[in-house]
């Protein structure tokens, strides 16, 4: 079955795999940090990615400003808009149960993107590709753009995990999730440093966002489909395991491209069959260590 | 005393109902009144949070449905199978998900829920996007019509009546203080020789049968199946019924449902703002009332008798 023509159909499904594991990747690390390390399942991941993608869509259309400048700018202005969410409906919540903030989260949800759709209907809307034409490999023709993606992303979820792993701030900020009071006996504002936290993780979500423009069509619903999926990743990663949220989101969708070389029909059931099986062999998650459940 | 009447009182309501509001309502409300209440045995006493609960209810419409249609099966019976099919639905994913507690319990079930969807969307006898259409009402027992609308409410009444007595014997057994008991110290219930994990399931199983009983009969009082009653909108939707009329209390997530159905029904042709005054209305209820309508009633009526 491997003739010349199969082989193009895996090696090019393998790449759109590892486009899409990319977001998936990117995506569940944002989600994984905030989970991580301020205990908030962020529901509002996949409509904070969506307002990236508008912010860049909206800067190119209104103010000239092309995707490059987006790329700086779309994810501070969706940080900033995570933060204001944080402080409005999170802060009060942060001593309840997690379920709640979970489902403040979930109602922010239907709001933005009622609100969106009333705005801008909800067709996709195209953005051009700031990196028109590509490059044949022989067995696919690769758009420069996507090559961008995969490379740019795999150095953001590089430059995250060394920051939260590897640096003084990220030390501090995995001890105040272990033990906040101690942290706070340094002189260090926790409650601030989480509700950054949370900020940076949306950030990253409105990056992922401009990211997905040019790929994906703008739409208000582009989020909430992938929303679901990303809850998948997490889960299989391991809750709040930032280095499983990226292996696992790439894992995913090379997994994906392949179903979809092999078993077109099971193409969507692949994650999911994927968790459940994980589920029952690594309770804990892929990439976690045994003490670390919970 | 005033319990009996109240709930006489509300009998009356309920048998003269059709005659003054469009029976079709009054059903979905019953319907929603199961399958709140359903949840609420979950996440209310247990204190589960399944965040994909439309999966039972949804497939309980299409295995209800097309017993009915193709199955030919008469309407009690195809309730009957509904149930226990969903049941054991319910045993399968509490077996997966039983194991991990609160959030991750939420993000497993949401999970398994979007794989039965795309599951029955590749089936052959949902019939895709389309769902499965002109559902008949097969009469009951194969002798009673209830074809037409009263008396298919009177059929839906007495078996939702039915349903909501049974979750009060469940919530009021010793099973239910066990339930009540993992909700507030799993570690304790644990120390006592209980399996926590056991009774999960066994909820699990048991809510999931009665959101199946509810689907099903959706099917027959809509006489169709689709897609849309098994997607996270509708396990949002439900969620959003038993916070609002109060977690844990017997009556606030029936309060709850039947107000969120008349809501819609009015909204509806307001479109896109329907959605947004929900999440407006629901994100208050997190933030100010988590009590919900119910609860915070019994809170006041505490302080009041407490005063006095």
Redesign the interface.
């Given at each position: 079955m491997f003739d010349h023509i199969s082989m193009q159909l895996l090696l090019g499904q393998l790449l759109i795999g590892l486009i899409n594991g990319s977001f998936y990747a990117m995506l569940s690390l944002g989600l994984a940090i905030i989970?991580g390390l301020i205990h908030v399942?962020n529901f509002a991941h996949g409509a904070q990615y969506m307002l990236g993608a508008f912010v860049a869509l909206l800067l190119l259309n209104h103010l000239g400003i092309p995707y490059w400048g987006a790329l700086f700018i779309a994810p501070v202005v969706v940080g900033a808009f995570g933060l204001l969410m944080e402080q409005t409906?999170l802060k009060?919540?942060r001593h309840?149960?997690?379920?709640?903030s979970?489902?403040?989260t979930?109602?922010?949800?239907?709001?933005i993107?009622?609100?969106m759709?009333?705005e801008f209907g909800s067709t996709g809307l195209p953005y051009a590709s700031p990196l028109p034409g590509g490059v044949n490999l022989g067995f696919m023709f690769l758009p420069y753009y996507r090559g961008w993606v995969v490379i740019f992303s795999l150095a953001v979820c590089i430059a995250t995990w060394l920051l939260i792993e590897k640096t003084k701030l990220g030390a501090y900020l995995r001890a105040a999730n272990e033990r906040p009071e101690i942290v706070e006996s340094f002189g260090i504002n926790v409650p601030r440093m989480m509700s950054l936290t949370y900020a940076f993780g949306v950030g990253l979500a409105g990056l992922g966002g401009v990211l997905a423009a040019p790929i994906y069509q703008v739409s208000p619903s582009m989020g909430s489909n992938l929303m679901?999926v990303i809850?998948?990743v997490?889960?299989i990663g391991g809750?709040g395991s930032i280095l499983g949220a990226i292996l696992t989101g790439y894992l995913i969708g090379i997994v994906e491209g392949l179903t979809k070389v092999f078993y077109p029909?099971a193409s969507?059931?692949a994650?999911?069959?994927i968790?459940?099986i994980a589920?029952?062999l690594r309770?804990n998650g892929l990439f976690s260590s045994p003490e670390s459940s919970? | 005393m005033t319990r009996y009447l109240l709930l006489a009182a509300l009998a009356v309501v309920a048998l003269a109902a059709p005659f003054f509001v469009y029976p079709i309502l009054l059903m979905t409300i019953l319907c929603f009144m199961v399958f709140a209440s359903s949840f609420n045995l979950l996440?209310g006493y247990a204190g589960l949070?399944c965040f994909g609960h439309a999966m039972f209810f949804g497939t309980g419409a299409y295995i209800g449905g097309w017993l009915m249609k193709e199955g030919g099966l008469t309407i009690e019976l195809a309730f009957a199978a509904t149930t226990l099919a969903m049941a054991a639905l319910g045993w399968v994913v509490g077996l997966?998900?039983a194991?991990?507690?609160?959030?991750?319990f939420?993000?497993?079930t949401?999970?398994?829920s979007?794989?039965v969807y795309?599951?029955l969307?590749?089936a052959p006898f949902t019939h895709g996007e389309d769902g499965l259409q002109r559902i008949p009402r097969s009469a009951l027992f194969g002798m009673i019509d209830v074809s037409s609308n009263l008396s298919l409410y009177y059929l839906i009444l007495a078996i939702s009546v039915a349903a909501i007595w049974f979750f009060y014997r469940i919530v009021h057994s010793p099973f239910g203080e066990v339930l009540r008991a993992i909700r507030d110290n799993e570690g304790r219930v644990e120390s006592l020789g209980f399996v926590p994990e056991r009774f999960k399931i066994v909820a699990l199983t048991l809510s999931a049968g009665l959101a199946g009983l509810a689907g099903a009969m959706k099917a027959s009082v809509y006489q169709i199946a689709t897609l849309h009653d098994l997607s996270?909108h509708v396990s949002?939707t439900i969620?959003?019924m038993a916070?609002l009329g109060g977690l844990g209390t017997m009556a606030g997530p029936m309060v709850g449902a039947a107000l969120i159905v008349m809501l819609n029904d009015h909204l509806a042709q307001f479109g896109?703002?329907a959605?947004?005054i929900?999440?407006?209305v629901?994100?208050v209820v997190?933030?100010f009332f988590?009590r919900g309508l119910v609860g915070e009633l019994q809170a006041f009526i505490r302080r009041r008798s407490a005063k006095a």
């Open positions: 989970f399942v409906i009060p919540l309840l149960d997690h379920l709640y979970l489902l403040a979930f109602a922010a949800v239907l709001i993107e009622g609100l759709r009333l679901i809850f998948a997490v889960v809750m029909e969507n059931l994650i999911f069959v968790m459940i589920l029952i309770p919970r | 996440l949070l997966i998900s194991r991990r507690g609160g959030i991750q939420a993000m497993i949401l999970a398994i979007q794989f795309f599951l969307l590749r996270f949002g969620i959003f916070l896109e703002w959605l947004i929900q999440g407006t629901f994100l997190i933030l988590r």
